[in-house]
């Protein structure tokens, strides 16, 4: 899951209308239930329930430790091999034809609203600068209405380490494509990759970058970890050995962001701690392996943004994996 310190500035929608969002739509649905129990889950109590959690939870209240010096990872071509679209991380499978979805909230203008994160694993691959990705599509909902659409691409090394090559991201406000941008490595010349998640993350190791983007991208997140031993209760299911990181950005490093991943899954709970003035926070509520039929209109909805994205002319486009 890629939620994210580096965004481009939030714009509410009312309604969706055009034909990705409508896609979108109908693919994520409205509502949200349990792996487990296939329950209704209630978006409000859900975001009432981890706005308490985020304050009560010991984790978010342990000092953080912020480097004084920024690197970058060395990004090498001649580390990545055939079986890079083949990402078997212990705390971030991407396995395709996975669709995590999340409920929570986030505090805007004065006002704490219900917010959903949709993040499925396509079975679309692309080629960037030399090595083959993983294609996710990601969507964010406020109060209902769809905010961000998100393209994002993985690749995995031959360590095990994930590595995050760029992505392609639209605003929508009232349901109405209003804005689009674009990095990935290489583009502009100083983008360059980072990790996502380490092979073998550890505490008290140096924090590391997910990736760099300069000005009008602005993409600086950076991540280190926190606990290795948390153990976490969502909607679909209680958790043990779960892996806490903080990220950040490097031009507001003491707003963080706590993200808690279970092995074997992914991301399942998101947090804040510091002087994040979002207080995002996501609960997930449901986890599936869809069917051949909607993993074909993950796929369709994907590309329909990437038509989209004119940069790619640059780069091979997405194609179905083999």
């Given at each position: ?88 991380n212990k705390y971030f499978p991407l ?129 280190r970890v926190r606990s290795m031993t ?93």
């Open positions: 899951m890629n939620v994210r310190r580096s965004r481009p500035a939030r714009h509410r929608g009312k309604a969706l209308t055009l034909l990705s969002g409508v896609v979108a739509l109908a693919f994520f649905g409205t509502g949200c239930s349990s792996s487990s129990s296939d329950t209704t889950v209630d978006a409000a109590t859900v975001a009432a329930e981890t706005t308490d959690d985020a304050v009560k939870n010991p984790a978010s209240s342990r000092p953080v430790v912020v480097p004084s010096k920024f690197t970058r990872e060395d990004f090498q071509v001649a580390n990545f091999d055939e079986n890079s679209i083949n990402i078997d396995v395709p034809g996975t669709r995590h979805e999340y409920d929570g909230s986030t505090f805007e203008d004065g006002k704490t609203l219900g917010h959903r994160v949709t993040f499925t694993v396509t079975n679309l691959t692309k080629v960037i600068n030399g090595v083959n990705t993983v294609v996710i599509w990601e969507s964010d909902f406020t109060e209902g209405d769809l905010e961000e659409d998100e393209l994002t691409f993985f690749a995995q090394d031959k360590m095990g380490n994930v590595w995050h090559l760029g992505q392609y991201s639209e605003l929508w406000d009232g349901g109405e494509y209003t804005a689009g941008r674009t990095w990935f490595v290489g583009h502009p010349a100083d983008a360059k990759a980072g990790i996502m998640m380490k092979a073998d993350p550890k505490t008290n190791a140096p924090d590391w970058s997910e990736g760099f983007a300069p000005a009008p991208y602005f993409w600086n997140d950076r991540a948390e153990e976490t209760t969502v909607p679909t299911g209680t958790y043990k050995g779960v892996l806490l990181t903080e990220e950040y950005n490097e031009e507001e490093t003491s707003a963080i962001q706590l993200k808690y991943y279970a092995p074997g899954v992914g991301v399942v709970r998101v947090g804040w701690d510091g002087t994040d003035e979002s207080k995002e926070t996501l609960l997930m509520v449901r986890t599936e392996k869809l069917s051949p039929e909607k993993l074909d209109l993950a796929s369709k909805g994907a590309l329909e943004l990437e038509k989209r994205a004119l940069v790619y002319s640059t780069a091979d486009p997405s194609v179905q994996r083999a």
